[in-house]
């Protein structure tokens, strides 16, 4: 009858000894962190973690500091430097400063560091866990979907790539189909040009003379107004134009050096005088002598008649001369003289006619003339094609990722609307900061580098370079990217001076890692 309770009552004491003996580890190894347990050994004295000395294991937890480094006292607020573990089951273990424990403040979300007080912790870990897996959740969401948004720029970009260098080669092609082409529109020009050229210029000359004699005795019989077929110091005095440095009075003396003389002829004039005053010279507004109006001079300015004025664009004017002539040709059939010219004005100021050329001359003029129109069509086209390819290198020099994931912001532009300014950043090119109120904009820099630590270098752009700060350095702009569905800048801010910091959101920095997360893989484990 007893043996069985006392059976019992041994299984029981064996049982709370048993309990008890936990309880007592329990509270030795309180805030030990999971990783050091092995060097807490109940019954084996313990060695202070920094090697510093070496307690009875009694000494552990029993809320009097023994090590220097406090790893005697995890679980009590004994050592000014102790570090209490927070175990906190269900979510992340912490560390917290072991002077938290058991001040009355619920720090661990399991609240064992308020193992002592009365204070009643509600254990948030839970909660937490659950706050922190839906945080993760949705973080991967994101980056799944701008994963997505991501692989269509990337195979964009790959296929814009390609775009590009096929067009290159066509241009390239072009460009050396438009070289022959030209090369052969050169010909005909160059044979006629070389045929007639002399020819051309000898004429040229010849009425070039022409022009200038009548200039010549316009200029003297306009100069002369006592007409004494002499021009005297008074008569040249009154073309003020023609005192050269204008800050005193035309002078007598200024005069006679034009002169050289008291009075000049009209040979000496010729000679001597007529080669200083021809640029600036100007008729003067009422002439006195009733002599018939000449017709109207060339704008003094261009007074050198040997310089024709080129009827093309092109600067070459050696290549325009046979067109010139040519038009004029055609204007002026009426007129009886022969005289080529290649003035274009001249028409207007004397009644010579334009030459008259042979049937040969005009057809090879007519070919010339063809031959370098379409010298210069080719030729503006193959600097339009160098324009193309120049641009289409430009774009495929720009660095747009390792996969090309920035490629859409090439030549694209994004504006953060802050309450003073609208801050715009033109990818790879420069940003801005605008004044909302008016006012000039200032250049916060231009397109330097991709500016990211060595393992992620392209989560960062800088722009540098910008306007110089009043008294300071240059402004400059880093733009960091985070993961979003859309290529958007939101955040603007200056944390030092003249150095401005935008944060930019866009697919292309979407994480295929954190978008490939498996909710299971959010569990906390420490
Ligand atoms: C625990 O939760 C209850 C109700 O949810 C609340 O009234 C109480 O103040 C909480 N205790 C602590 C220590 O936060
Ligand atoms: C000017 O002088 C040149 C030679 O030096 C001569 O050929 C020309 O006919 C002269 N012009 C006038 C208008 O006298
Ligand atoms: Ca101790
Ligand atoms: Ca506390």
Known sequence: MMFP????????????????????????????????????????????????????YEFVNDDYCDCRDGSDEPGTS????????????????????????????????????EYETNVVCNNTCFELAQRNQAEREAKRALHEAGVAKKKEIIAHSIAIKSERQKRLKELENEIQVAEKLKRQAEAPEKEAKDKYQKLWEEQRAKHEAIVRNREIRE?????????????????LQKHTELDLDSENEF????????????????????????????NSYKKLPEPPRPTPEPTPLPEPSQGSFAT??????????????????????????????SIPTSLEHEKHIHDDTPPEYDDETKRLIQIADHARNEFNAIEGKILNIKQQIEDLKKQSGVDTGPQGEYSAFIDQCYDYEEREYTYRVCMFKDAKQIPKGGGSEVTIGYWDSWSGPTENKYLRM????????????????????????????????EPSRCEYAMIFETPSACDETVAGTTSHSTHVEF
């Open 219 to 235: 200029m003297f019989a306009d100069l002369d107004t006592n007409g004494d077929s002499l021009v005297s110091i008074d008569e």
């Open 5 to 56: 309770s006392y059976v019992n009552l041994l299984v029981f004491s064996c049982l709370l000894t048993l309990i008890a003996g936990g309880n007592i580890e329990q509270t030795a190894l309180r805030g030990v962190q999971t990783s050091l347990l092995s060097m807490y050994v109940p019954s084996k004295p313990f060695t202070c973690l920094d090697r510093s000395m070496t307690i009875p």
């Open 308 to 337: 024709p004025s080129p009827p093309l664009e092109t600067s070459d004017d050696e290549q325009n001369k046979p067109s010139h002539r040519h038009e004029e040709d055609h204007e002026n059939s009426q007129h009886s003289s």
């Open 78 to 113: 004994a050592c000014p430097n102790g570090r209490f573990f927070c175990e906190n089951k269900g979510y992340v273990g912490t560390l917290i400063p072991s002077h938290f424990v058991g001040d009355g403040i619920c720090d661990c979300c399991d609240g064992s560091d």
């Open 462 to 493: 800088k722009y540098a370079n910008g306007a110089t700060c009043w008294n300071g350095p240059p402004r400059s702009l880093t733009v960091t990217f985070r993961c979003g569905i859309e290529h958007k800048a939101v955040d603007v801010r």
């Open 251 to 278: 002078t007598n003396e200024e005069v006679r050096t034009i002169l050289g003389a008291d009075s000049v002829n009209l040979n000496d004039f010729n000679t001597t005088v007529f080669d200083q005053i021809s």
